[in-house]
Structures are given as C-alpha cells and as structure tokens.
C-alpha cells in the first residue's frame, strides 16, 4: 500500500515538474514572439540621406567616360569556405573578426584597381552580431576618404535565436554610395515586401537615389539597388521592379541621366542559371528570370559583357565554393537610354572575400 502511495506521488509530483516545464517553454517562447512582433518596425518612405561632401569634383561632363563598380559585400562573412544556414549551409555568423575585416579590405581593393568615379556597395553592416559588430561602413568610407558618400538603411533585425547552436543575433545592414563627385542630395525609397511572417526575413528592403550635377543643368541619378531574396513572391518582386523602374523612368522625362546598379537577386540576363550551370534546370526559388516585359522603353539593362566567356556573380551558399558549384548572374547595371555603355564585365574573384563578384561600367552621357 506505501509502495503504491509513493508511485502515485511520485507520479503526481513527475507531471506537475512536467506541466511547470511546458507551461514555462510556452511562456519563453510567447514573450519571443511578443517582442520580435513589438520590436518590428519599418523606415518610413522617401527618407532624405544626408551625404558627406567629400567630393573633389561637381559636374559631370559629355566628354567623359566614367566608371562605375557594384560590389555586395556579403556582410564580410563569404570566404570560399562558408556556408550560410538561410541558403542551406550551416553558418551564421562570419569565421572572426579579423576574416571579416580582410573580406571588406579585399572588396575595397578590388574597387580600387578599376579607378571608379561611382560605387556601389550592398550589405555593408554595422553594430551585427554575425559580423562581431565591425562598423564596415566606417571603414569603408575612410578607405574611400575622398569620395562623397551616401548611406541607407535596408536590414535590421530583432535578435534571431536561430540557429541555436549559434544564434544569429541583431543584424544592422545596408547600402553605400560613394561618389568621386559631390552628392548633392539623396533619398531612401521603401520598397513593398512581405506583410506575412516573412517580413522578419527580409527587413527594410529599399533602394536610394543619389543625385550629382552635370554640366548642363540636369543631374545623374545614382540608384543602388538591393531587391528581396528571402521571403519574396512573385507580387513582391512586381512589385518592387515596378516601383524602380517608375523612379528611374521619371527622372529620364525630366531629362536627368539614370545609372541604376546593385543586386537584383533575379537571373539578371534570364538565362545565366542554364548556361552557367551545363544546362541544368536549378531552381533556388529566388533566382527568377529577370523580368524584361517590365522594363520602359527608356530603360536598358546592360548584359552586352566584354568578355567572351560568361562570369557570374553569386555562387549558392548551401555548400563551400569550388569550380562547377551552382552559381548566376544576379548582379547589374540598368541604365537611361540617354547613358551610353561603352563597356560592362563581371570580374571573376572566385568569390575569395564575398559571395558576390564585383560588376564594372564604363559609360559617357549622351
């Protein structure tokens, strides 16, 4: 009979050990969905971006032919040998602090070698967990002491606890224009996303459009782009494509001059994923053709590449880079049928320090 009673009380006190534990983990768990709905917040549109006046020119001129570079940096994270956990892989946070550093140096000096007058920079974090908290920005802009610059906003999370093995944290993320001419003015421009619970993984997309003097009395138009990977749909993605190109069509009826460059996260030329990949028909659900039945008559997308053999862009990060992994041009330049392309490479860095190749533009004004 004492058996009996010590079984059942032993029991008893089992479930209720049991229930407390339940009861706790849907308490913690609750209060983390709580605070990452509270925390969630938006940047409202058509933000101004106060630019440095670093520049040692003003106008652009007819004459000139000009160049420009686009570089996503991969928030100083993509050795060949890293693989991040949203495409498949298993990282999620760069290998240190000092990789991380390297990896922005080694995009600066990538730019550097092509002389550019403009640059495009996407992924440039700050105050991140998965970046150890380096202000790439910061190091940047000193890198680049001479250049006007403009800076906008496009991610920044709550804390993720996701992966659990290594959390990927708070991220602060965005976009950087550097300018060897004065920016005199500049914008941040909300992109439609997700209203799902999506949206917590693709944060504040946006592009900015910075704007520079010409000899004529109208401007260039810097606009650089960082389109939705995550969380996206074909809506969105719409969506999104139709507000640029409105923005850009604009300004072209004003008689302004648009150089638009950045990560598309489309198959920029339609059919790289096939010819870059033996014919293969991969489908990462982001890589959709680039959607040129969109495109204004005033508005080309330069693919004619000076070199003979095809280059891309980006590599998929489910698994570490090596020769005949997947990979596609995502990366590009649009442009206003009044800039003239005079010529337009993909650089192959068999992505050392990103998983991003830089894009090169040499262009004059018509």
């Given at each position: 009979?004492?058996?009996?009673?010590?079984?059942?009380s032993?029991l008893?006190?089992?479930l209720?050990?049991?229930?407390?534990?339940f009861?706790?983990?849907?308490?913690i768990l609750g209060?983390?969905?709580?605070?990452l709905?509270?925390?969630?917040?938006?940047?409202?549109d058509?933000q101004?971006?106060v630019?440095?006046?670093?520049?040692?020119?003003?106008e652009?001129?007819?004459?000139k032919t000009?160049?420009a570079?686009?570089?996503?940096?991969?928030?100083g994270a993509?050795?060949?040998d890293?693989?991040?956990?949203?495409?498949?892989g298993?990282e999620?946070?760069?290998?240190?602090?000092?990789?991380?550093k390297n990896?922005?140096?080694n995009?600066a000096?990538?730019?550097?070698?092509?002389?550019?007058?403009?640059i495009?920079?996407?992924?440039v974090?700050?105050?991140?967990?998965?970046?150890?908290h380096i202000?790439?920005?910061?190091?940047?802009?000193?890198?680049?002491?001479?250049?006007?610059?403009?800076?906008?906003?496009?991610?920044?999370?709550?804390?993720?606890?996701?992966p659990?093995t290594?959390?990927?944290?708070?991220?602060?993320s965005?976009?950087?224009?550097?300018?060897?001419?004065?920016?005199?003015?500049?914008?941040?421009?909300?992109?439609?996303?997700?209203?799902?619970?999506?949206?917590?993984l693709?944060?504040?997309?946006?592009?900015?459009i910075?704007?520079?003097?010409?000899e004529?009395?109208k401007?260039?138009?810097?606009?650089?782009?960082?389109?939705?990977a995550y969380g996206?749909?074909?809506e969105i993605r719409t969506?999104q494509m139709?507000?640029?190109f409105?923005?850009m069509k604009?300004?072209y009826?004003k008689?302004?001059y648009?150089?638009?460059?950045?990560d598309?996260n489309?198959?920029?030329?339609g059919?790289?994923t096939?010819?870059?990949?033996?014919?293969?028909?991969?489908?990462?659900?982001?890589a959709?053709?680039?959607?040129?039945?969109?495109?204004?008559?005033?508005i080309?997308?330069?693919?004619?590449?000076?070199?003979?053999?095809?280059?891309p862009?980006?590599r998929?990060c489910?698994?570490p880079?090596?020769?005949?992994n997947?990979t596609?041009?995502?990366d590009?330049?649009?442009v206003t049928?009044?800039?003239?392309?005079?010529?337009?490479?993909?650089?192959?860095t068999?992505?050392?320090?990103?998983?991003?190749?830089?894009?090169?533009?040499?262009?004059?004004?018509?």
């Amino acid at each position: 009979m004492k058996k009996e009673k010590h079984r059942k009380s032993l029991l008893k006190t089992l479930l209720k050990s049991f229930l407390c534990l339940f009861l706790a983990v849907i308490v913690i768990l609750g209060g983390y969905i709580a605070y990452l709905f509270l925390s969630y917040s938006r940047i409202e549109d058509n933000q101004p971006i106060v630019a440095s006046e670093n520049g040692l020119m003003e106008e652009i001129e007819f004459e000139k032919t000009y160049t420009a570079v686009i570089q996503n940096l991969g928030f100083g994270a993509y050795t060949q040998d890293f693989t991040f956990f949203m495409d498949g892989g298993t990282e999620s946070w760069a290998v240190s602090e000092e990789s991380v550093k390297n990896c922005i140096n080694n995009a600066a000096y990538e730019a550097e070698k092509h002389n550019p007058d403009f640059i495009l920079f996407q992924e440039v974090d700050f105050d991140s967990t998965r970046s150890y908290h380096i202000n790439q920005r910061d190091l940047l802009e000193k890198r680049f002491s001479s250049y006007s610059s403009a800076f906008a906003v496009n991610y920044h999370s709550a804390f993720l606890f996701y992966p659990f093995t290594q959390p990927h944290g708070s991220s602060n993320s965005g976009i950087l224009t550097l300018s060897k001419y004065n920016i005199t003015s500049g914008v941040r421009r909300s992109l439609p996303i997700s209203e799902s619970v999506s949206k917590f993984l693709d944060l504040d997309r946006c592009y900015s459009i910075s704007r520079i003097p010409v000899e004529n009395g109208k401007e260039l138009v810097l606009f650089n782009v960082h389109l939705s990977a995550y969380g996206g749909s074909d809506e969105i993605r719409t969506a999104q494509m139709n507000m640029l190109f409105e923005d850009m069509k604009k300004e072209y009826e004003k008689g302004n001059y648009c150089v638009c460059g950045g990560d598309f996260n489309h198959d920029f030329t339609g059919d790289s994923t096939q010819k870059l990949n033996g014919g293969a028909e991969v489908d990462f659900g982001w890589a959709q053709p680039f959607p040129t039945n969109l495109l204004p008559d005033c508005i080309e997308r330069c693919d004619d590449y000076s070199s003979e053999t095809l280059v891309p862009t980006c590599r998929n990060c489910d698994i570490p880079y090596k020769k005949g992994n997947f990979t596609i041009i995502v990366d590009g330049f649009l442009v206003t049928k009044n800039v003239n392309v005079k010529r337009v490479e993909n650089i192959s860095t068999e992505f050392v320090y990103s998983d991003h190749n830089p894009v090169v533009l040499n262009f004059k004004l018509k």
